[in-house]
């Protein structure tokens, strides 16, 4: 079992929909992470949550939501989506922002998204 | 701001070449951590190894060792004895503060 899990592996979902991707770290990590990974394009840094508390929203539209109801437990909650969301999502851990900067860190498996 | 790049988009070698992948990290920060991670086709990023922006010793481990020079700000990773299992795609990755910020990566392919 991977420290960080994703799930759905796969989702398709049409653009009026509304589902959630969903991460859980068995790591006992503080900080959690959403990247976007789109087809040649670098990995976009989308959320930062460090204790529960998000950290940084690098300019993501409000159709993705992020929820972290605990250190262990990162959501993505997707509506309204457009074609161009489609892409892998990844979920990332590590151990805490504050003193750990050269702690890496440690993703899911991703979870492959296509809208149509 | 930080700005990671990966001028190879893709390499190809024949198994048990040595192969280098190149990596530019520019950033304003006197502080701050560079990691090399790989993709295989399952998706999940692997972390392989790290290195902080005041420590230019070279590394060796396994097939594996990098070469960090500050004054060109450039961190390569080399794989020696390549094998068909190292085909993936391979990221570089600057760490300044809370971001983590990810070159556009090297697809490297290994023929047998």
């Known amino acids: 079992e991977t420290g960080v899990t994703q799930t759905p592996r796969h989702l398709v979902m049409g653009m009026t929909n509304k589902k959630s991707l969903k991460c859980e770290q068995h790591?006992?990590?503080?900080?959690m992470y959403w990247y976007k990974q789109s087809a040649k394009k670098p990995l976009e840094l989308m959320f930062v949550?460090?204790?529960?508390?998000?950290?940084e929203n690098n300019s993501v539209p409000s159709r993705f939501s992020p929820e972290c109801p605990n250190s262990s437990h990162l959501f993505l909650h997707l509506h309204t989506l457009q074609p161009e969301d489609s892409a892998l999502y990844l979920c990332?851990?590590?151990?805490?922002?504050?003193?750990?900067?050269?702690?890496?860190?440690?993703f899911g498996n991703g979870t492959r998204l296509t809208v149509t | 701001a930080q700005k990671v790049t990966q001028a190879q988009t893709e390499i190809s070698v024949v198994e048990k070449e040595d192969v280098t992948l190149d990596c530019v990290y520019e950033?304003?920060?006197?502080?701050?951590?560079l990691f090399w991670y790989k993709q295989p086709p399952s998706g999940e990023l692997v972390f392989l190894i790290r290195?902080?922006?005041?420590?230019?010793q070279n590394e060796i481990s396994g097939r594996y060792s990098w070469n960090f020079q500050k004054s060109t700000s450039s961190f390569n990773f080399t794989i020696t004895a390549s094998q068909v299992v190292d085909s993936a795609v391979y990221f570089c990755?600057?760490?300044?503060?809370?971001?983590?910020?990810f070159g556009g990566g090297t697809r490297l392919m290994v023929k047998p």
């Open positions: 790591l006992g990590h503080n900080a």
């Open positions: 990332a851990s590590t151990m805490d922002l504050g003193s750990s900067y050269n702690s890496p860190l440690h």
């Open positions: 949550y460090s204790l529960e508390e998000r950290v």
């Open positions: 290195r902080n922006s005041f420590d230019e």
């Open positions: 950033t304003r920060d006197t502080t701050y951590y």
């Open positions: 990755a600057g760490r300044a503060g809370n971001m983590l910020t």
